[in-house]
């Protein structure tokens, strides 16, 4: 196995940044700002004071069991180390300005040890050999220290089956989850509308992809997604889906409004027990008077034109020919409508007033079965 030292970065360094033969090794390590030290079969690291202005360090595709002796760099910025068999996340809290940290494809049951770090935004810390039914463990205090930077993460293949933990990183824009074990769309809703700046989303392998119309949901869920599943949405597919929620949501406000006056109306109103009881308008006093003497005057108009004179001086009235009650006097006419809208022998059931919420309703009227021309007859042209 090798081991990070000085001789090893003197003899690998990139062919553009190699030592100069007139310059000393303090003076070459000082000036190095990315170290390539991927594929060496690096298992362990030691401290190099030196190379204080690194900023850019690879180390991944190696056997490196434990991250140590990085204090030297604290102008660390971004860390690769995919690829070894790292089993904790330790010793990164002197890497204050560190803004990139890959750490997938290790051994990391806990994603933890990064309470320091204040500047990270984007973490890759995918695929990691777990232990048979385990899923990845979020810490609370790094999660409540990243809330602010973190924008990119991916947490795919770690064997998780709710992101409920994450739905606190309120500004992230990349989310890779794919090729676990999510199942909840409920969740999924939920969660959408806790990442508003969220554009790029990658799902895909998860039970929750199967489910029936999943990818149009989530794209009215939603709209600032630019890309999901690896697949840009065209803004004319976008357009269509939002159009086709909104019909479905004016259609269901329209059936949950008849349903609730449906509901009111028969709660407001008294239930009719017999299917013979007609709901019966009764009519005010004076629209009473109203209609009775608009009828007169017709009925006098009528006659003025067609009705002939009484032989009988005593009798002073005029009468309508041609009447099915016959000759009949203009009294007896007045009397039968007044006996319609005032006999007691008409109405069955007496009028009763029920006071609600929404002001007084009468209770239906049960009438003989009866029509308006038996009880009162005007002219055969005005008819009711």
Request: glycine share 4%; proline share 5%; with cysteine.
């Amino acid at each position: 196995m090798v081991r990070l030292t000085v001789d090893l970065i003197t003899k690998n360094g990139p062919g553009h940044n190699k030592r100069r033969p007139d310059e000393t090794v303090p003076q070459y390590l000082s000036r190095l700002t990315h170290l390539y030290l991927q594929e060496k079969s690096i298992d362990k690291l030691d401290a190099i004071p030196l190379c204080k202005n690194l900023s850019v360090l690879y180390l991944y595709d190696n056997f490196i069991e434990k991250i140590e002796n990085l204090e030297f760099a604290p102008k660390l910025e971004h860390l690769y180390l995919q690829n070894n068999q790292v089993r904790r996340l330790e010793n990164l809290n002197s890497l204050t300005k560190l803004t990139k940290l890959f750490i997938g494809g290790n051994c990391v049951k806990v994603l933890e040890g990064l309470e320091n770090i204040e500047y990270l935004n984007e973490l890759q810390i995918d695929n990691q050999e777990l232990p048979s039914g385990e899923k990845l463990i979020f810490d609370p205090r790094t999660l409540s220290n990243l809330v602010q930077s973190l924008t990119v993460l991916n947490i795919s293949g770690n064997n998780l089956d709710t992101l409920t933990e994450i739905g606190s990183l309120r500004n992230l824009q990349d989310l890779n989850a794919s090729n676990n074990l999510l199942n909840d769309m409920k969740e999924m809703t939920i969660l959408l509308k806790c990442w508003p700046h969220l554009f790029k989303l990658n799902l895909s392998g998860n039970p929750l992809c199967q489910k029936n119309k999943y990818r149009e949901r989530i794209i009215v869920l939603a709209p600032n997604i630019q890309i999901l599943d690896e697949k840009e949405i065209k803004e004319l597919s976008r357009q269509f889906l939002q159009n086709w929620k909104m019909s479905k949501e004016v259609y269901k406000h329209r059936a949950e409004s008849n349903e609730f006056h449906s509901e009111s109306l028969h709660a407001e109103l008294p239930p009719i027990n017999n299917m013979n009881q007609m709901p019966t308008y009764v009519m005010p006093e004076h629209r009473r008077k109203q209609l009775i003497s608009s009828g007169l005057a017709k009925h006098r108009s009528f006659l003025s034109g067609k009705a002939v004179k009484a032989s009988s001086l005593n009798n002073k009235t005029m009468v309508e020919p041609g009447s099915r009650y016959g000759m009949q006097p203009i009294h007896v006419y007045k009397n039968r409508i007044n006996h319609f809208f005032t006999s007691e022998n008409n109405l069955l059931l007496k009028q009763q007033q029920h006071p609600s919420p929404n002001g007084i309703h009468l209770t239906p009227i049960q009438r003989k079965p009866t029509y308006l021309h038996e009880d009162f007859v005007l002219s055969p042209k005005d008819q009711i």
